[in-house]
Nanobody
Framework: QLRLVESGGGLVQPGGSLRLSCAAS????????IGWFRQAPGKGREGISC????????KYADSVKGRFTISRDNAKGTVILQMDSLKPEDTAIYSC?????????????????WGQGTQVTVSS
């Protein structure tokens, strides 16, 4: 069974950057539809970005569009979320998962293999 592990969270000041990584033990994620999700205290889970396994096309939620970038690190077989221009409202636990798909394109809806998450805190 695929088990995903996130890393790279931490504390950063507003306007700063963080780079999150999603990896699976023993296998590469090159052909998987992988998404990043976040859950802030007292709020529901939000799908923020995904990358398709078929062609590495990407999707973003409006809340992060233009600030976050999802990509694949082909050398390591991982999925990266580069987060720039961070805001206090980005504070949340960030998790990666295999996503649902529509016509071979990823959706911002998680399906399986949820990681345990990594905490991102944006505060001065």
């Amino acid at each position: 069974q695929l088990r995903l592990v996130e890393s790279g969270g931490g504390l950063v000041q507003p306007g700063g950057s963080l780079r999150l990584s999603c990896a699976a033990s023993g296998i590469t994620l090159d052909n998987f539809d992988i998404g990043w999700f976040r859950q802030a205290p007292g709020k529901g889970r939000e799908g923020i970005s995904c990358i398709s396994g078929s062609d590495s096309s990407t999707k973003y939620a409006d809340s992060v569009k233009g600030r976050f970038t999802i990509s694949r690190d082909n050398a390591k077989g991982t999925v990266i979320l580069q987060m720039d221009s961070l805001k206090p409202e980005d504070t949340a636990i960030y998790s990666c998962a295999v996503t649902m798909t529509n016509q071979n394109k990823c959706l911002l809806r998680g399906l399986a293999s949820w990681g345990q998450g990594t905490q991102v805190t944006v505060s001065s």
